[in-house]
């Protein structure tokens, strides 16, 4: 056994430093013997989470539930050759023989095909790096045909990339909104029993509406959230007209220094500047 | 696990520990996936209350900091959200899948807040004993547990400690070599036979 075997353990505990990774990875694809113990050493580390199970703070749920709104599932992964890629599409319909994979998935056991082991048990940098690639060929397709093509897949490429900081970007917010040593989370019911939540941290200067599952405001109409300061009239909050079904969340910034109560009206224009209903929530603060 | 090609429950006697709840847990998880990965986040919540205990609880035994694991807690989960149609039932299962990517994230965590933390080698080497049995204290002795602990159990001492700290301790093999005063060959070799002999315990099929 060569040196480079011995190291399958401590790739899998991820216990490489960068380079023995990459040179362990290089290896990886060449050789079937690691590619499956890196399998059978994967699903063996699995259960040694069983040893140190621990339930995450409750507000956890609800933090993961919203950012995944956000966030669009990558298609399948296409390769070459769809037709000989056992992809998840062959798992919808677990039937056997119903939809026989070809040949190549069948004897996986004598054959495992170990490029595609890498992404086994590393799918996001193995992902992310052909992602890259494949983008970078396309950008320097465009560049070869024209220059306002290539201006325009750049603009794409950093379009998607700012959305993608976006989302971490409000990921953070939350959990420092969560974080914050005054935040306060208010719960509260909505007309038909669902349950909304204001959290709000006056130190941030900001507040999150939270629903899951609210209920149809009804044809045509919307939900809004306003922020009503001490003395005058609500504010509508930016961005604040939001549909029924969930989860969702609505963010507020500034303005929370002299906002003495938060609330949610059903409305039927969604640009209105001022409340039209009564609050189907509210909060004082 | 490889449910696309594998033989259905009548054709093929299953063997070794992989009962029938347990295949069906398994399969359950797939389902689960597979749902979210076309956009139903009801099938991603289901998912997130069947896995988030062992998920959170791997990271935070890595981590050791709530608030860090939190954060790579809920990271973890919409990767896991974005990648779901990409997780391929013939390369292992979900809850692996799911566990190689968090453990992975928990590492690259720690690594990159070494410098913040306490977490240098002179506190590790003092810790290494609390280290290997802090994990078996104060489990909850259910059948899991007690299978995954006595398959621990079959491993000598060495072996057990060298993949503890690796797992759990989030070290590298060099650095488990320092701390355990072992040359750097021998560690290796002791993590992965103590991988071989918890995969052969707990009778762990591809």
């Known amino acids: 056994m060569s040196e480079i075997h011995g190291a399958v353990g401590s790739y899998v505990a991820n216990a490489l430093d960068p380079d023995e990774r990459s040179e362990f990875q290089r290896h990886l694809e060449a050789c079937p013997t690691c590619s499956r113990e890196v399998q059978e050493f994967g699903e063996t580390a699995a259960e040694l989470s069983t040893l140190v199970q621990e339930p995450p703070p409750p507000m956890l749920r609800a933090t993961v539930l919203t950012s995944i709104q956000r966030v669009r599932p990558l298609p399948p992964l296409s390769t070459e050759d769809p037709q000989t890629a056992p992809g998840p599409r062959s798992i919808a319909d677990p039937t056997p023989g119903a939809e026989k994979p070809p040949a190549r998935t069948a004897p996986q056991a004598a054959a495992p095909t170990p490029a595609e082991h890498g992404t086994a048990t590393e799918p996001v940098d193995e992902l992310a790096l052909r992602r890259q690639r494949r983008t970078a060929r396309l950008l320097a397709l465009a560049v070869a045909a024209t220059v306002v093509v290539a201006l325009a897949m750049g603009g794409w490429v950093l379009n998607l990339r700012q959305q993608r900081q976006a989302q971490v970007a409000d990921a953070a917010a939350q959990t420092q909104l969560l974080a914050a040593p005054d935040a306060k989370v208010y719960a509260k019911s909505m007309p038909d029993g669902t349950h909304v939540s204001f959290v709000v941290s006056k130190s941030l200067d900001k507040a999150m509406f939270v629903g899951a599952n609210l209920a149809d405001p009804g044809n045509d109409l919307v939900y809004k959230l306003w922020r009503i300061p001490s003395g005058t009239k609500p504010v509508p909050v930016p961005d604040n007209a939001f549909d029924g079904g969930g989860p969702r969340q609505v963010w507020l910034q500034g303005g929370l220094e002299d906002a003495v109560a938060l609330a949610v009206t059903v409305e039927k224009d969604p640009n209105t500047p001022e409340p039209t209903t009564d609050p189907v929530a509210a909060v004082t603060l | ?206």
């Open chain 2, 1 to 206: 696990m490889n449910i696309s090609a594998a033989p259905g429950p009548g054709d093929t006697p299953r063997t070794g520990h992989r009962a029938t709840g347990r295949d069906a847990e398994s399969d359950h998880l797939i389902d689960l996936i597979t749902r979210a990965s076309r956009g139903h986040e009801d099938a991603f919540a289901e998912l997130y209350d069947l896995t988030s205990t062992r998920i959170y609880g791997l990271i935070l035994r890595v981590l050791r900091s709530a608030d860090h694991s939190a954060e790579v807690t809920q990271e973890v989960y919409v990767e896991i959200w974005r990648q779901s149609a990409r997780y391929d039932s013939s390369k292992g299962s979900v809850l692996a899948w799911m566990t190689t990517m968090a453990h992975r994230r928990a590492v690259d965590r720690v690594r990159s807040v070494t410098s913040e933390t306490a977490r240098d080698e002179k506190y590790a080497s003092r810790t290494v004993d609390r280290e290997v049995d802090h994990v078996w204290d104060g489990v909850e002795q259910r059948l899991d547990v007690e299978r995954v602990r006595k398959g621990m159990g079959s491993l000598t001492a060495i072996q057990r400690e060298a993949l503890t700290l690796a797992y759990f301790g989030g070290y590298t093999q060099s650095q488990v070599a320092q701390l355990l005063k072992l040359p750097l060959g021998t560690v290796k070799t002791r993590i992965r036979d103590g991988l071989i002999g918890l995969r052969d315990a707990l009778g762990v099929e591809a």
